[in-house]
């Protein structure tokens, strides 16, 4: 039996506006404003790289989740999960070197708290995005 590889190509666009700011553009997506965050004199209230990056970790997390969640046949209410990434100065250069991800899950009364924790421990394991990069990913979850 041939087994072949999986490639997939994800394209997109940033186009600069004006001052420290721009635009992404993915074919058939809605646009977003980006811009360099305020503590690299840019500006408040935009999407940044930084803020992206640390959303990515987060993002594929919960589509991670959410796959293996439902193979298992988890019957959960809710998920709601917030992430911090620390930007710090390593050897001249700055980098996340930590996304910390805490995941909140409510189970329906008489799911198995402890198979939800090892299904989002699996669903960190195999994120693709996290997998992706050289940050730590640190998961913190909440089971109810």
């Not at 911090?84 to 799911?111: C, D, H, M, N, Y």
Request: include cysteine; charged fraction near 25%; aromatic fraction near 6%.
């Amino acid at each position: 039996m041939e087994v072949r590889s999986k490639v997939y190509t994800y394209r997109t666009a940033v186009r600069w506006t004006e001052q420290k700011k721009g635009t992404i553009t993915c074919e058939g997506k809605p646009d977003i404003q980006v811009a360099t965050p305020p503590e690299f004199k840019g500006h408040e209230g935009i999407w940044s790289p930084e803020d992206l990056y640390v959303a990515a970790a987060n993002i594929c997390l919960m589509t991670t989740f959410l796959a293996v969640a439902e193979r298992a046949g988890l019957a959960f209410t809710s998920y709601h999960c917030e992430a911090e990434g620390r930007l710090e100065l390593v050897e001249g250069k700055f980098q996340v070197t930590v996304i910390t991800l805490r995941p909140q899950i409510a189970l329906q009364s008489g799911s198995d708290a402890a198979k939800a924790k090892e299904l989002i421990e699996k669903a960190e394991a195999n994120c693709l995005i996290s997998n992706s990069m050289k940050t730590r990913i640190t998961l913190e979850p909440t089971i109810t």
